[in-house]
């Protein structure tokens, strides 16, 4: 939890962003497991957690309650609304001792993603809404990412490079914080050394 609250503080110090009011991420989806057997909430309720930003969501009250978080029974979806003041949204799927942790990366000014087909597979990824900034206006709708299914090893390098672009960042402002570990274990993890502080694709990471 402490390391995604200075994750979260790191993106709102970092982002170089005129003060706006809090825009909403919303995060739609299907629920598998491991073999592609849908999760229902029974199930979920019984065997899984998820956080939000590091806090609990409780999905098992209050099915019906639409500001910030829906069960639909009838298309089987779950629904988050979060609201953020350009920081990123991190979701954790804990079931047992695994964890499957995604980074759904946003402009910070709003997004929605939609993803038919989240399988649970313990890891670390992240996913990236295009931005509503362009050319330094505001677009007027919520950019949509539509996702069949996350590319778990796309997913994968996605995340390494924006914890990598967050340690770069750090190192120009000559600033460190509990990210700036969480790179260096993730580095050390997949062996790349140190110095080498290149953005890896997919294959890299095998």
């Given at each position: 939890?402490?390391?995604?609250?200075?994750?979260?503080?790191?993106?709102?110090?970092?982002?170089?962003?005129?003060?706006?009011?809090?825009?909403?991420?919303?995060?739609?989806?299907?629920?598998?497991?491991?073999?592609?057997?849908?999760?229902?909430?029974?199930?979920?309720?019984?065997e899984f957690r998820l956080l939000k930003n590091g806090y609990p969501v409780?999905?098992?009250?209050?099915?019906?309650?639409?500001?910030?978080?829906?069960?639909?029974?009838?298309?089987r979806r779950f629904n988050l609304n979060v609201s953020t003041a350009y920081?990123?949204?991190?979701?954790?799927?804990?079931?047992?001792?695994?964890?499957?942790?995604?980074?759904?990366?946003?402009?910070?000014?709003?997004?929605?993603?939609?993803?038919?087909?989240?399988?649970?597979?313990?890891?670390?990824?992240?996913?990236?809404?295009?931005?509503?900034?362009?050319?330094?206006?505001?677009?007027?709708?919520?950019?949509?990412?539509?996702?069949?299914?996350?590319?778990?090893?796309?997913?994968?390098?996605?995340?390494?490079?924006?914890?990598?672009?967050?340690?770069?960042?750090?190192?120009?402002?000559?600033?460190?914080?509990?990210?700036?570990?969480?790179?260096?274990?993730?580095?050390?993890?997949?062996?790349?050394?140190?110095?080498?502080?290149?953005?890896?694709?997919?294959?890299?990471?095998?």
């Amino acid at each position: 939890m402490k390391n995604t609250f200075f994750l979260m503080l790191l993106c709102c110090c970092v982002c170089k962003l005129n003060a706006q009011p809090s825009s909403s991420v919303n995060i739609n989806f299907k629920l598998f497991n491991s073999k592609a057997e849908p999760i229902g909430i029974n199930t979920f309720c019984n065997e899984f957690r998820l956080l939000k930003n590091g806090y609990p969501v409780n999905f098992c009250n209050n099915l019906y309650d639409p500001k910030d978080k829906h069960y639909d029974l009838a298309t089987r979806r779950f629904n988050l609304n979060v609201s953020t003041a350009y920081a990123d949204v991190n979701i954790d799927f804990i079931y047992r001792t695994d964890i499957m942790s995604i980074t759904f990366i946003n402009s910070g000014y709003g997004a929605t993603f939609d993803i038919d087909t989240l399988i649970f597979i313990p890891g670390k990824y992240a996913v990236s809404c295009a931005s509503r900034i362009v050319n330094n206006h505001t677009l007027p709708n919520i950019p949509l990412l539509k996702i069949k299914r996350i590319d778990y090893g796309v997913a994968k390098a996605a995340y390494y490079n924006y914890l990598l672009d967050i340690f770069i960042k750090l190192n120009d402002l000559n600033q460190e914080y509990s990210s700036t570990q969480l790179f260096r274990n993730l580095q050390k993890s997949y062996h790349i050394k140190p110095n080498d502080l290149n953005h890896k694709t997919p294959e890299d990471l095998n």
